[in-house]
């Protein structure tokens, strides 16, 4: 499985510069590619709602959170999206492919890997930044 320069390229300026607060990625003629750029300005809606109910992607997040003493942090997460109404040829295609570009991504912090919405809620990720 290829991986277009631009996924790189992008997720560098997500986590040197905040460019962006997420990205999905997609498999498309054997290679991953980048399909949805999220401005800084988006929130974790606009992320939730990028990802297809029917088909598995790839993400990068960057959630940002308070600590218990008030102070500013963010993590950057993998997600694997892999919905159940997705195709078992999609799912491992996907599943198969993951930790070799996941290895692309030099600063992924924590993965996850979600089936449906609420493997991936604001509360998995608080409880997983911590």
């Not at 962006?20 to 750029?37: G, M, P």
């Not at 942090?73 to 492919?97: C, E, H, L, T």
Request: hydrophobic residues 35%; aromatic residues 12%; proline residues 4%.
């Amino acid at each position: 499985m290829a991986v277009h320069d631009d996924c790189k390229l992008k997720f560098m300026e997500l986590k040197a510069k905040r460019t962006y607060r997420f990205i999905v990625y997609k498999i498309e003629d054997k290679q991953v590619i980048v399909e949805k750029l999220g401005e800084p300005t988006q929130g974790y809606e606009d992320f939730a709602a990028s990802l297809p109910a029917d088909e598995c992607r790839y993400a990068v997040y960057d959630f940002e959170y308070l600590t218990e003493g008030n102070v500013p942090k963010s993590r950057i997460f993998f997600i694997g999206w892999s919905p159940d109404a997705s195709r078992v040829r999609s799912k491992m295609i996907y599943a198969s492919s993951k930790d070799r570009f996941k290895r692309e991504l030099d600063g992924i912090q924590i993965e996850l890997q979600a089936t449906d919405p609420t493997e991936m809620d604001l509360d998995v990720f608080k409880s997983r930044a911590n």
